[in-house]
């Protein structure tokens, strides 16, 4: 079952080691990850995806809150949130296949951010699926290189 956590952490160097040595020594792969400082310049917010039992994620948690460097954990995984992830994709194109390729990329809300005489580049900021979606359908074409930053995630206030 797909995890997420929400972590805050002191910012300074080895955390990110600590937390992901962590997972590597419990056998726990992270399928996605993404780090950032928050508006105090001594705190980052971490989101971390994983797929887990029920049980061995509650291991992951305390393990996770006994890191003297975790400030907090949070447990976005059965929450109501806002999911995205960004992802910029490289397509090889030649003149003719241009139009129907921004066609394609405008449907799914994707940017032109490059544009060559035989390459694109795109951004796209939506969810994974959609993400993987819009990957799939550029198959038939000659995908030179994809970037994904790794699933963003917070809690919705109701």
Same mark, same amino acid.
């Given at each position: 079952?797909?995890?997420?956590?929400?972590?805050?952490?002191?910012?300074?160097?080895?955390?990110?080691?600590?937390?992901?040595?962590?997972?590597?020594?419990?056998?726990?792969?992270?399928?996605?990850?993404?780090?950032?400082?928050?508006?105090?310049?001594?705190?980052?917010? !971490?989101?971390?995806?994983?797929?887990?039992?029920?049980?061995?994620? #509650?291991? &992951? %948690? /305390?393990? =996770?809150?006994?890191? !003297?460097?975790?400030?907090?954990?949070?447990?976005?995984?059965?929450? #109501?949130? &806002? %999911? /995205?992830? =960004?992802?910029?994709?490289?397509?090889?194109?030649?003149?003719?296949?241009?139009?129907?390729?921004?066609?394609?990329?405008?449907?799914?809300?994707?940017?032109?951010?490059?544009?060559?005489?035989?390459?694109?580049?795109?951004?796209?900021?939506?969810?994974?699926?959609?993400?993987?979606?819009?990957?799939?359908?550029?198959?038939?074409?000659?995908?030179?290189?994809?970037?994904?930053?790794?699933?963003?995630?917070?809690?919705?206030?109701?």
């Amino acid at each position: 079952m797909l995890k997420i956590l929400a972590l805050n952490v002191k910012n300074h160097s080895g955390v990110l080691a600590k937390i992901s040595g962590m997972f590597s020594g419990k056998g726990y792969n992270l399928e996605s990850l993404a780090v950032g400082v928050t508006p105090d310049p001594n705190t980052s917010r !971490i989101t971390l995806v994983c797929r887990s039992s029920n049980a061995e994620f #509650e291991q &992951v %948690k /305390k393990q =996770l809150n006994k890191l !003297i460097d975790v400030i907090k954990v949070r447990d976005l995984s059965k929450k #109501e949130t &806002v %999911k /995205k992830e =960004l992802a910029f994709i490289k397509i090889q194109a030649n003149h003719n296949e241009k139009g129907k390729i921004i066609s394609i990329a405008e449907a799914f809300g994707a940017v032109i951010q490059d544009i060559s005489i035989n390459t694109m580049i795109f951004e796209i900021t939506a969810s994974t699926d959609k993400i993987d979606h819009f990957i799939d359908l550029f198959n038939e074409y000659c995908i030179l290189e994809v970037a994904r930053s790794g699933l963003v995630a917070m809690e919705v206030s109701r």
